[in-house]
């Protein structure tokens, strides 16, 4: 078969690695050919492709970022999108696509695939955020970067006698928030799942300065709601998928904690650093893992499936189920942080 993959929405590490793998076992066990179609949907749109190889591939696994580029590009909302889609992949003979990303990308995958473009899907995003599977490649990295971000800024929060508030990345979820949050022993830590109660949050803080320890860790959830306020925006653009850039919540709190309790306040947004670099071992070996159950789902015909990890297992879900809705924190994590908490 003549298969063709593509990266699309945010970069996350462990995209080389699934491309990787699927090449591989594409070329070692099924002889097929591949391309690789650059800066997502929008490389399709412009026939704009690399070959891929085992040289070509050779070593990417360990590499963070695509090789493919990526964009955020919906086919959906373009005129003749879907036209000019079937039209590339038939020019360059295409039996089947595979499309690596997260909601979004994926709600285009879907819509190729009940338009007849034989096509599967693999679940990417550092957020965690994506329906009927245990963990997306590049959260385990996100989380990584973030609780070594969270250990370095504690000692210069303790050294000056501050409160640093930490913002991290995740949208409308709250993973990597609580994740990186718990595992860097952060003295607060807010998800976007739950409201901001501020008198809380202070308490919280004022009970360290209370208790001998002078200064105070708090991680917040770029998607986190600010009370009369609500989400923050970095600016008024949103992508061509309707999302706001959010962006701001940290400063935002940082001021209103230092209102409230006369601490002094700074805060850090970790933005991109959080995707960036090279994956972890288990994002190295997740993102293999998908590559080769991907492949496999190729020659299985499996299309408008989704490679999913449960449990141990590597399997598969309909599109249509894995973007029916995003998959949020509930109340099993929300007690692992209360539990964790100081009792004020
Ligand atoms: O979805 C992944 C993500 O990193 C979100 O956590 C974040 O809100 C968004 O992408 C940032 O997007 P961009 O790279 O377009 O600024």
Known sequence: MRVALLTGGGDCPGLNA???????????????????????????LDNNWIPLTLDSTDGIQLKGGTILHSSRTNVKKIPGGIEKVQEVLKTNNIDALIALGGDDTQSVTLFLSEHGVPSVGVPKTIDNDINGTDTTFGFDTAVS???????????????????????????????????????????????????????????????????????GVVVVAEGCHLPKVGQIMGD????????????????????????????????????????????????????????????????????????????LDVTDITIKEAIASNRRLDERFFNVIKDLEAKV
């Open 236 to 311: 008024a653009k949103t992508d061509s998928f309707g999302h706001a850039r959010l962006s701001g919540i940290g400063e935002a709190l940082a001021k209103l904690i230092e209102e409230k309790t006369g601490f002094e306040t700074r805060s850090v947004n970790l933005g991109h650093t959080q995707r960036g670099g090279v994956p972890t071992a288990f994002d190295r070996l997740l993102g293999q893992r998908y590559g080769l159950h991907a492949i496999d789902m190729v020659h299985d015909k499996k299309w408008g499936r989704i490679a999913v990890l449960k449990g």
């Open 145 to 215: 970067i973030a609780t070594e971000a969270i250990d370095r800024i504690r000692t210069t929060a303790d050294s000056h006698n501050r409160v640093i508030v930490v913002e991290v990345m995740g949208r409308d979820a709250g993973w990597i928030a609580y994740a990186s949050g718990i595992a860097g022993g952060a003295h607060v830590v807010l998800v976007p799942e739950k409201d901001i109660d501020i008198e809380h949050v202070c308490a919280l803080l004022k009970y360290n300065y209370d208790h001998g320890k002078h200064y």
């Open 18 to 44: 699934v491309i990787y793998a699927a090449v591989r076992k594409g070329i070692q066990t099924y002889g097929d050919e591949f391309i690789g179609f650059l800066n997502g949907w929008r490389g399709v």
